[in-house]
C-alpha cells in the first residue's frame, strides 16, 4: 500500500503537490544555453551576477554598433521571461534567441534577469528579484557601475520594461513601483507586455498563483489583480500590449488594457491581436510572417522618438 505521503492532494497546470508537501514540477528543468557572440548579427552577450544571496542575475545583450566610437549611447530593454512563475530561464534557447534579435534590430541593450521560481524560492521573489535588478541596471546611470557595457553604452534617459506571459506580469509591477517608489536618474519610457497573466483567467489559474503565493493578498492580491490607483501610477508614459486571438489570457489582457485606459494613468497604451494564434506561439519559429510582425512592433516601440 502506497504511503499516505504520496498522496496527491492538489494538481495544477505546471505541477503537483504531494501530502508530505514536495513539489513535483511537470516540465524538467530547461536547456540553458550559454552566452555568445552572434556571427550573423554582431550581437555579444554575457551574463552577470546581480547577487549572491538570494541568486539573481542576468544576461546582457549589446548590438554590434555599439563598437562604433561614434555610436550615441542606446536605448536599454529590461526583459522578465516567462513561465509561469516557475519554469524557464533567461539562459534558456527561447528567450536568448528572441533577446539577441531584439538587440539587433532596435538597436539596443537588452538586460534579461534570471529570477528566483516556485517551488525553490516562492512568489513573491521573482518580483523582488526582478526589482533587484532593475535597480541593479539604474546604477549605472552615472557612469560608474559595476557593468562596462552599461556604464559606456547605456542611454538611461530611454530605459523600457518587457515581458511575457507572467513575465508581463512582472513588468506591471515593476512599472507600477517605478511610479510608486521612483528609478533614480532613470526614465522609463515605455513597458512591452506580450500576453501577459493576470488573475481572472479561471478559478485554477488563480488557485495556482495563489498556492505559490503563501504571503498572497487572496483574489484582489493587487499583483494578480491591479487596482485602478496603482494602474493610475505606473511609472513610464508608454505601454503596449499584445494579445493573440486563441491565447486563454487574451480576455484578462484586455480587462488591463480597458482598465488601464479608465484609471486616470496619464500616458498613452497600445493593444495589437495577432489572429489565428495562440499564447507565445512566436517562440516556436521566430521567422514566421506573425511572429516577425510582432518582434517588429515590440522593436519600433522601442526605437519610435
Given amino acids: 500500500m502506497a504511503s499516505s505521503d504520496s498522496e496527491i492532494p492538489k494538481e495544477f497546470r505546471f505541477f503537483r503537490v504531494y501530502k508530505d508537501g514536495r513539489v513535483e514540477l511537470f516540465e524538467p528543468d530547461c536547456e540553458k544555453i550559454p552566452?555568445?557572440?552572434?556571427?550573423?548579427?554582431?550581437?555579444?552577450?554575457?551574463?552577470?551576477?546581480?547577487?549572491?544571496?538570494?541568486?539573481?542575475?542576468?544576461?546582457?545583450?549589446?548590438?554590434?554598433?555599439?563598437?562604433?566610437?561614434?555610436?550615441?549611447?542606446?536605448?536599454?530593454?529590461?526583459?522578465?521571461?516567462?513561465?509561469?512563475?516557475?519554469?524557464?530561464?533567461?539562459?534558456?534557447?527561447?528567450?536568448?534567441?528572441?533577446?539577441?534579435?531584439?538587440?539587433?534590430?532596435?538597436?539596443?541593450?537588452?538586460?534579461?534577469?534570471?529570477?528566483?521560481?516556485?517551488p525553490d524560492r516562492p512568489i513573491p521573489a521573482c518580483y523582488e528579484d526582478s526589482w533587484a535588478a532593475l535597480n541593479w541596471v539604474a546604477s549605472h546611470a552615472g557612469g560608474n557601475g559595476p557593468e562596462p557595457w552599461l556604464n559606456d553604452h547605456a542611454d538611461f534617459g530611454r530605459v523600457f520594461i518587457g515581458g511575457g506571459s507572467a513575465g508581463g506580469n512582472i513588468a506591471h509591477t515593476l512599472a507600477f513601483q517605478v511610479g510608486s517608489i521612483g528609478l533614480p536618474r532613470v526614465k522609463l519610457v515605455g513597458v512591452i507586455m506580450v500576453h501577459p497573466f493576470f488573475g481572472g483567467t479561471s478559478p485554477e489559474e488563480d488557485e495556482m498563483w495563489l498556492y505559490m503565493c503563501p504571503t498572497n493578498g487572496g483574489l484582489q492580491d493587487p499583483r494578480l489583480k491591479p487596482p485602478a490607483e496603482d494602474l493610475a501610477r505606473l511609472g513610464c508614459e508608454r505601454v503596449l500590449i499584445f494579445?493573440?486571438?486563441?491565447?486563454?489570457?487574451?480576455?484578462?489582457?484586455?480587462?488591463?488594457?480597458e482598465d488601464l485606459k479608465k484609471s486616470g494613468w496619464k500616458g498613452t497604451v497600445e493593444l495589437v491581436e495577432?489572429?489565428?494564434?495562440?499564447?507565445s506561439f512566436y517562440f516556436d519559429n521566430l521567422k514566421c510572417e506573425k511572429a516577425v510582425e510582432l518582434i517588429n512592433k515590440f522593436v519600433s516601440f522601442i526605437t519610435q522618438l
Fill in 35 to 118: 552566452p555568445s557572440d552572434d556571427p550573423t548579427t554582431g550581437v555579444r552577450s554575457k551574463d552577470v551576477v546581480i547577487s549572491s544571496e538570494p541568486p539573481v542575475s542576468a544576461r546582457i545583450f549589446i548590438p554590434y554598433e555599439a563598437q562604433n566610437p561614434n555610436q550615441k549611447k542606446l536605448p536599454l530593454l529590461f526583459y522578465v521571461h516567462g513561465g509561469g512563475f516557475c519554469r524557464r530561464s533567461a539562459f534558456g534557447p527561447r528567450y536568448h534567441n528572441f533577446c539577441s534579435v531584439v538587440s539587433a534590430q532596435a538597436n539596443a541593450i537588452v538586460v534579461s534577469v534570471e529570477y528566483g521560481l516556485f
Fill in 243 to 257: 494579445v493573440a486571438e486563441k491565447d486563454f489570457l487574451k480576455p484578462v489582457a484586455m480587462n488591463y488594457y
Fill in 274 to 279: 495577432t489572429h489565428g494564434e495562440g499564447h
